[in-house]
């Protein structure tokens, strides 16, 4: 079992698979990790030896992954929010950051509808 930046990686999958299982490594990432630690890429992540896993932990320890990638969005999302630009207004509100329309396709963002209560018309 490889356990790199504290993640387990699944053991029946190749190895640039496994690698996005950690946060901030998508498959072009992995891909370029793999050939610069010098290992196959359709290596199962079980497969792998402990040479090969160091490799992997100094060609990762290169990049921004986890933790410290975690903690920087997080840091940029509450410095928006601070300084009240548009997208920390949006953050705030909870709604849709990047231009998308709220009308009609907001849910995920907006989360489940508010019941309004039912007004009564005046004068009847």
Known sequence: MA???NIELPNQKHIVIGLTAI???GRRLAETICDDAKVERTKK???L???EIAALRT???KYVVEGDLRRDVQMSIKNKMEINSYQGIRH???LPVRGQRTSRNAK???GKGKVVAN???AGK
């Open 3 to 5: 356990r790199i930046k």
């Open 23 to 25: 946060y901030g490594i």
């Open 45 to 47: 992540c079980a497969d």
């Open 49 to 51: 030896d402990e040479k």
């Open 59 to 61: 060609q990762i320890d």
């Open 92 to 94: 705030k509100k909870g």
């Open 108 to 110: 995920t963002r907006k």
């Open 119 to 121: 007004k009564k018309k």
